[in-house]
């Protein structure tokens, strides 16, 4: 199992961007599907953005679709969430996910994906 690790998480103001990372442990990283999902406080986690292994196909939420922005760099075992005009109601916790997969399948479901992160804070305010 990959081992990932979120980061860039934090205190923002409505309208601002922030960049959130999840590393990746092992030398396969280029063989992982991933996805990005989140959980506010007294909700359900929820799906956010998923790419697939190569990072040529992307999937997004309804609620993020031209405001975030993902990627990954598989050189650098990386994958990336790109958050732009943050509004109140994207505070949760963001956890990163990851499955290896074949081909150029992007997964979204939480019940597809094997290796979780823990998690990093995003908070927006008003």
């Known amino acids: 199992q990959v081992q990932l690790v979120e980061s860039g998480g934090g205190l923002v103001q409505a309208g601002d961007s922030l960049r959130l990372s999840c590393a990746a442990s092992g030398p396969t990283f280029s063989s992982y599907a991933m996805g990005w999902f989140r959980q506010a406080p007294g909700k359900e986690r929820e799906f956010v953005a998923a790419i697939n292994r190569n990072g040529d196909a992307t999937y997004y939420a309804d609620n993020v679709q031209g405001r975030f922005t993902i990627s990954k760099n598989n050189a650098k075992n990386t994958m990336y969430l790109q958050m732009n005009s943050l509004k109140p109601e994207d505070t949760a916790a963001y956890y990163c996910?990851?499955?290896?997969?074949?081909?150029?399948?992007?997964?979204?479901?939480?019940?597809?994906?094997?290796?979780w992160g823990q998690g990093t804070q995003v908070t927006v305010s008003s």
């Open positions: 996910a990851a499955r290896q997969t074949y081909g150029r399948l992007v997964l979204y479901a939480e019940r597809d994906f094997r290796s």
